[in-house]
């Protein structure tokens, strides 16, 4: 069944194309860059942003089995995430109760590693995959007043849904998913990341603001330009058009297929064909969705110019044959080594490094870039939110 967003999106592009116009706002606007410099600003979306809200931070694939657990340390809390004896996805801060010492190690390539139970190396203080203290090595002698039922690991909230998994970084935090994603789970049902499974995962520490790379990702002003090497030929220039839904955007731009659907009925029409989603999912994930996979990316800043950026590939299914395999090896690499780290990200650590310089007071944003004035406006919205609080 068409998703009916979809089809709203598809038909505000047509309409464009007959008339030989654009989406846009009425006038241009802009953004200081002070919101991209300024040290306190960092400080305040830290705590206002990544501290107070639902985290998209892996694919629920990458950690199928019970056993499988994976360290998570890019929200400025050591954490991570495990499947339990029984099959549910809990998360935790990644401490010991004793002296604090690491229990779960990072994997670069976001690949599960398997255990029995969480042992720290530090001095044999063992978990049970559910996060209860279970042994203390010479407790009667040491610990003779141990409550070990008060000692277990430290939870945090943490929902899988629409195939991904959720986590609030702060133990005294609550999840409310529904409010959180205003009804745009469904747009994530619709495409089936649900039913997608995890392929391969690179993290890139990059030296500029996280907001300056999603804002590359909220208009397709620059696709035939920036990207003229790469992926420009298969879109058209500038025809998009987007949605504010709660604090989330739905952003589709046209390929170069969008001509085969002139004049045709609604069921001709193909959402991953026609057009390429790009979904910005509050505060800090774009989800793009490319004719036959899916890209999962991550911001996480640490710090003022300084943001890690984790691209997550999920496709249909795990690879039959070895021809398939490498099918799916040259799509990551098109758009993760071509796209991605050459254009996308380089350009942003450029504009980063001229931020300082004295020559802009503030970054102007064209009538057709109008959804990156959306997200900085869901980010002072937010913020002021917490503020009040």
Not at 272 to 290: D, G, K, Q
Request: some cysteine; proline content about 5%; overall charge negative.
């Amino acid at each position: 069944m068409k998703h009916p967003p979809h089809i709203a999106l598809l038909q505000r592009i047509l309409g464009y194309i007959e008339t030989k116009t654009f989406e846009m706002e009425e006038r241009e606007s802009a953004v200081p860059v002070a919101r991209y410099t300024d040290e306190a600003c960092h400080r305040g979306e830290v705590e206002s942003l990544f501290r107070r809200h639902p985290i998209a931070i892996a694919h629920a694939g990458q950690i199928p089995e019970p056993g499988g657990c994976l360290a998570h340390d890019l929200l400025g809390v050591p954490l991570f995430l495990v499947r339990d004896e029984g099959g549910t996805l809990r998360a935790f801060l990644n401490v010991c109760r004793h002296r604090g010492n690491r229990l779960v190690d990072t994997a670069a390539d976001g690949k599960a590693c398997r255990m029995k139970s969480l042992v720290c190396r530090y001095h044999n203080w063992t978990y049970a995959l559910d996060g209860a203290l279970r042994h203390v090595p010479l407790q009667e002698e040491a610990f003779p007043n141990l409550d070990r039922a008060a000692r277990g690991l430290v939870a945090l909230p943490v929902e899988v849904r629409h195939g991904l998994v959720w986590v609030v970084p702060d133990p005294r935090g609550t999840i409310d998913l529904d409010a959180h994603l205003a009804g745009i789970g469904v747009d994530l049902d619709v495409f089936g990341m649900n039913e997608q499974v995890f392929y391969q995962q690179r993290a890139t520490r990059v030296r500029t603001n996280w907001k300056l790379i999603i804002d590359g990702f909220l208009e397709g002003y620059h696709i035939r330009r920036l990207h003229s090497a790469t992926v420009a030929p298969f879109f058209t220039d500038g025809l998009a058009a987007g949605d504010r839904v709660g604090r989330n955007l739905r952003f589709a731009v046209a390929r170069r297929e969008i001509a085969e659907i002139i004049g045709q009925p609604e069921d001709t029409w193909d959402d991953r064909r026609h057009v390429s989603f790009a979904y910005f999912l509050f505060p800090n994930t774009i989800m793009v969705f490319h004719p036959d996979y899916t890209s999962h990316l991550g911001m996480f800043p640490q710090g003022t110019d300084e943001t890690v950026f984790v691209h997550t590939m999920v496709i249909p299914c795990a690879p039959r044959t070895e021809e398939e395999d490498r099918h799916w090896q040259r799509s990551f690499e098109l758009i993760e080594g071509g796209v991605f780290q050459k254009e996308d990200l380089r350009t942003a650590e450029a504009i980063q490094a001229g931020l300082r310089s004295g020559a802009n007071e503030a970054l102007t944003l064209g009538r057709v870039e109008y959804p990156i004035r959306w997200f900085h406006a869901i980010l002072d919205e937010a913020m002021g939110e917490a503020d009040r609080e």
